[in-house]
């Protein structure tokens, strides 16, 4: 199930980015006093009272403005506000209700969306209380007075949020049908492959990057099987952005990722494996999705008897923190290796849902333990007492030590490929949680 997306909107300089890090628990977002610092937004995972969510940090809104970084910025917030479950309208009251909070005020009304009105900088809720009432005026609910920069009134502005998230529903976890996020940077193909894989023109696709502005769902029968395909809008890198959209589109790119069970991850044959690529691969490694690489126009690429293994390695390099990823090479135009997709996906589904019995999983743990000892450290030797699987999708397992601290990067990732060397688990990631115990507790 998808997490809920809660949106921080409002005017520059309210204090969005200072919400946004407090909510986050981390100085994520970059706090500076000069309106339009954040551009771009950012989007951390925040939990409370048990309920998770994405919260997504955007830049200013001014509803009139003509600059192009602010007109940007607005565009930005409204894909936000579209995207949101949640809204949380910040407001400043040092600088009092201004006509720009009116006009952001009916722009969230006409969102229809679930908006919690927020007075921020309110440094002393006794004293500011009669300046608060003011922004009643703006007839979007009742003021919740915070200040972000105190950490005062976060708790209450959170649980205000628990009560407007959407009720949790089983029907999106009764559709068994894989979800398949097709994600990667604009012009890569991904309109393009999907089409190919319907059998028509249903997505637009043009050579313009940026074509594909919203996740657009497409269901593909393959094999007597249904596949629910997601086409995201491509991420592009942000010293390449000064007058369009694309590096806002980011957010649209997690929802679609929080909501698959695989990912693909399309990457240009032509121009190769680059640091965007990572940064897109990362979001879908953080979130335990499964993930094959696609290496699209493979047609369009001059080959040798070596270019397979050259552009593997390549590959291999820049997306180092994900090696269990399967590459597959591809033609969105001719069709190359397209059916080898569905071939893939189904073994990740497969993967991601296996389940070790705890008694197979410690004979691997001792024969690994007796292979490699684990790591010392002043005299401390690290003990794996034993290990079981406690969740799927993707795999986690929980280890029981001695003491973690002694655990080690490096073992940890041993462990892994033990485990994958038995088991499999390709195409996913794997999760191993560590846990302490004592030996007269075993």
């Known amino acids: 199930?998808?997490?809920?997306v809660v949106a921080i909107v409002g005017r520059p300089n309210v204090g969005k980015s200072t919400l946004f890090n407090a909510l986050a628990g981390s100085r994520i977002a970059i706090i500076q006093d000069t309106p339009g610092v954040t551009r771009d937004r950012i989007y951390a995972d925040v939990e409370w009272l048990d309920r998770k969510f994405t919260l997504i940090d955007t830049g200013g809104i001014e509803p009139d403005s003509n600059d192009v970084i602010l007109s940007q910025m607005r565009e930005q917030a409204q894909i936000?506000?579209?995207t949101a479950d949640v809204i949380l309208f910040l407001t400043d009251l040092k600088q009092g209700l201004v006509d720009s909070d009116a006009k952001v005020a009916d722009m969230l009304r006409r969102s229809h969306k679930s908006v919690i009105l927020v007075v921020n900088k309110v440094d002393n809720f006794i004293k500011d209380e009669p300046s608060?009432?003011?922004f009643y005026n703006l007839?979007?609910?009742d003021p919740v007075p915070i200040s972000a920069a105190n950490r005062t009134g976060i708790g209450d502005l959170l649980d205000e949020v628990m009560k407007r998230l959407p009720e949790h529903s089983g029907k999106e976890e009764e559709d068994t049908r894989p979800k398949v996020a097709i994600v990667g940077k604009p012009n890569v193909g991904k309109s393009s492959l999907i089409n190919r894989l319907l059998g028509e023109q249903r997505l637009i696709v043009s050579d313009i990057a940026g074509t594909t502005r919203d996740a657009v769902d497409a269901v593909v029968k393959y094999d007597g099987r249904e596949y629910i395909f997601i086409d995201t809008a491509g991420l592009r890198r942000k010293n390449k952005i000064r007058e369009d959209l694309e590096h806002y589109m980011i957010v649209r790119a997690v929802a679609a990722i929080e909501r698959s069970d695989v990912v693909v991850v399309v990457i240009d044959a032509v121009e190769g494996v680059t640091e965007q690529d990572a940064k897109i691969a990362g979001i879908a490694h953080e979130r335990g999705k499964g993930i094959i690489i696609a290496v699209n126009k493979w047609d369009a690429v001059e080959k040798d008897n070596h270019t397979v293994k050259e552009f593997t390695d390549k590959i291999r390099l820049t997306l180092s923190f994900m090696p269990y990823a399967d590459i597959l090479f591809i033609s969105a135009k001719t069709g190359q290796r397209l059916t080898k997709l569905y071939e893939m996906i189904d073994m990740?589904?497969?993967?991601?849902?296996r389940r070790v019995a705890t008694g197979v999983l410690n004979e691997i743990l001792t024969e690994a333990v007796a292979l490699?000892?684990?790591p010392m450290d002043k005299g401390k030797r690290l003990k794996c007492y034993y290990m079981t699987q406690v969740a799927v999708a993707p795999p986690t397992f929980v280890l029981f030590v001695n003491d973690k601290d002694l655990m080690h990067f490096s073992y940890e990732r041993y462990l892994e490929n033990q485990i994958r060397n038995t088991f499999g688990f390709r195409g996913t990631a794997i999760r191993i949680l560590v846990r302490e115990r004592k030996?007269?507790?075993m």
Request: proline share 8%; charged share 30%; net charge negative.
């Open 348 to 353: 990740i589904m497969e993967s991601m849902t």
């Open 1 to 4: 199930m998808s997490k809920p």
């Open 132 to 134: 608060v009432y003011e």
């Open 80 to 82: 936000a506000i579209d």
């Open 439 to 441: 030996e007269k507790d």
């Open 139 to 141: 007839g979007i609910g």
């Open 372 to 374: 490699q000892q684990p």
